[in-house]
C-alpha cells in the first residue's frame, strides 16, 4: 500500500490535530502559501518532523511507501518536546504503522497505550487430535478430537508504569458442539509494574521460572523479575493441581486441588547461549494407595536449560529437571525430566511465507513435569516429537505435530499422536 507523501502527512493531521492552528513559515520552494496542504507541511517541518530534500523541495507529488513513512515517524518519536497535538498525531501514526516501525526496531508499546487505553489481542484456535493407543500385544485404537478454542486477552494501561491484563478462554468440542461449561473462563488477570529492570504482578498469571519442561499454568499471588543481562525471578503463591499427575500412569489427579507454591529462576544470556536455572517448591499431599503411603511432605523441583544459537536459522535447545519424587512414592521412573530439540527458523505470526521445523526427544516423568508445554509428548511418557509450522497468511499460523510415546510407568503401554493446530491471530 503507497500513499503520496501530502496525503499521508495531512491525514494524520486532520484525524490527530485537526483542531491545531498553524502558524510556521513555508520552508519549501514547491509548496506555496495557498497550497491545500501549506499548513501540514509547515508545521511538520518547523518541527523536525520532515526536512524535504537537499534542494529545499518538498516532492509532495512523490509516492513514498510505508516504510519510508515508518522512517519519519521514528525520527519524530525521538522527539522529547514535542506539543499535545502534534503527540497525539504521532501516537496514531505509530499504532498505524507498528509492523514497519517493529522492523525498524522502534518499540511503539507506550505510544499505543496512550492512543487507545485498552489494547484487545487474541485468537481463534482450532485443533485436531488423533491419538492412537496400544497396550502389549494388543491392536492400535485410534481416539480422534476436534476442539475449538476462542482467546480474549485485553491490556489496559493504568498509568505510565502500571497496566493491567487479563486472559478469557471459551472453548468447545466440536465432535459433539458441546461447550467446556458452556461459558467463558476467568483464566488469568494480574496488575503489572514496568519499571526499567523490574517487572512486578500481582494476580492470577502464567509462571515464567520454568514454562517449558516444569509448570506452564497459572497460579494466584505474585511475581518479581528484575536484572538486566542476569535476570532474577521469585514467585509465591498457592496454584491449582487439579489437572497435575504428580505419580504418574496410576494415581492422576492424585493431590488437593490447590497446594501452596514458591519458586525462584535465574536467566542469564551470554549472546548465542542463553542459559537458565530454576527452583519450585510445592506443599504436597498425596492420599495412600497401593505404591504409595499417605505423606503430606514438600515436593521440591530444581531445573537447568540451555539455548545456543548458531545462526539466525538454527538454535539448539537442553533442558533437565530433577524432583524429590522419592519422598512420595516407590517407582522412581517419574521423578526427572529433560528434553532436547533442534530447531530451523520458525513462523512468524506477521510474516507470510514463514516456516520452521523441529525434532525433540523428550522424557517427561510426571512428578517432574506437572504440566509442560509441549503437546505431541504428553507427561508421564518419553518419546520423540517432529514438528512444522507456517503462515500461509498474516497471522494465521498453521502447527503440526507427530509424536511417538512410551509410558514410563508401563512400557508396553504406546501412544502415538498426530496433533495439528490452526490459529487465527487478531
Known amino acids: 500500500m503507497k500513499k503520496t507523501l501530502v496525503s499521508a502527512l495531512t491525514t494524520a493531521l486532520v484525524v490527530g490535530a485537526a483542531s491545531t492552528t498553524f502558524a510556521a513559515s513555508n520552508p519549501f520552494s514547491d509548496v506555496p502559501a495557498d497550497h491545500w496542504a501549506y499548513d501540514a507541511v509547515s508545521q511538520l517541518a518547523a518541527d523536525g518532523v520532515i526536512t524535504g530534500y537537499g534542494d529545499s523541495t518538498f516532492q509532495g507529488n512523490r509516492n513514498i511507501t510505508r516504510y519510508e513513512m515508518a522512517q519519519m515517524i521514528a525520527k519524530a518519536m525521538a522527539k522529547k518536546d514535542v506539543s499535545a497535538a502534534d503527540k497525539a498525531m504521532i501516537d496514531k501514526l505509530a499504532a498505524e504503522f507498528s509492523d514497519e516501525l517493529n522492523n525498524l526496531g522502534v518499540r511503539v508499546a507506550n505510544l499505543e497505550k496512550h492512543s487507545d487505553n485498552v489494547k484487545w489481542e487474541g485468537k481463534v484456535e482450532y485443533t485436531y487430535t488423533s491419538d492412537h493407543y496400544k497396550y502389549g500385544g494388543d491392536e492400535y485404537h485410534r481416539e ?5 478454542k476462542f482467546r480474549l486477552e485485553p491490556t489496559a494501561t493504568v498509568n505510565d508504569h502500571w497496566d493491567v491484563h487479563a486472559r478469557l478462554d471459551a472453548a468447545t468440542d466440536m465432535d459433539t458442539d458441546a461447550g467446556h461449561d458452556d461459558t467463558v473462563t476467568l483464566k488469568r488477570a494480574w496488575a503489572q509494574a514496568n519499571y526499567k529492570n523490574f517487572t512486578g504482578k500481582f494476580g492470577k498469571f502464567g509462571s515464567s521460572i520454568n ?8 497460579f ?14 521469585a514467585e509465591a503463591g498457592r496454584v491449582n493441581t487439579s489437572g497435575f499427575n504428580p505419580i504418574g500412569f496410576t494415581y492422576a489427579n492424585a493431590v488437593k486441588d490447590a497446594v501452596s507454591y514458591q519458586g525462584i529462576g535465574l536467566k542469564y544470556d551470554f549472546g548465542k547461549l542463553a542459559t537458565k536455572a530454576g527452583y519450585q517448591h510445592f506443599d504436597w499431599n498425596v492420599p495412600s494407595g497401593i505404591y504409595v503411603n499417605s505423606i503430606d511432605d514438600d515436593v521440591n523441583i530444581w531445573s537447568v536449560g540451555a539455548t545456543y544459537t548458531f545462526d539466525k536459522n538454527v538454535n539448539f535447545n537442553a533442558e533437565y529437571a530433577k524432583g524429590n519424587a522419592d519422598k512420595v512414592k516407590t517407582e522412581d521412573a517419574q521423578d526427572h525430566s529433560y528434553a532436547f530439540e533442534l530447531n530451523y527458523k520458525g513462523a512468524e505470526q506477521q510474516n507470510k511465507g514463514t516456516w520452521g521445523a523441529w525434532a525433540a526427544y523428550r522424557y517427561l516423568g510426571a512428578d517432574v513435569s506437572l504440566d509442560p508445554t509441549y503437546d505431541a509428548i504428553k507427561g508421564g511418557y518419553k518419546g520423540w516429537e517432529l514438528g512444522a509450522n507456517y503462515t500461509p497468511i498474516k497471522n494465521i499460523v498453521a502447527t503440526l505435530r507427530y509424536g511417538d510415546n512410551k509410558n514410563l510407568f508401563n512400557n508396553d503401554y504406546k501412544l502415538k ?10
Open 211 to 218: 514454562d517449558t519442561l516444569v509448570l506452564d499454568d497459572e
Open 417 to 426: 499422536q498426530l496433533f495439528g493446530r490452526v490459529e487465527f491471530f487478531f
Open 144 to 148: 480422534k478430537d476436534d476442539h475449538l
Open 220 to 233: 494466584s499471588g505474585v511475581g518479581v523479575t528484575f536484572g538486566n543481562a542476569l535476570k532474577v525471578t
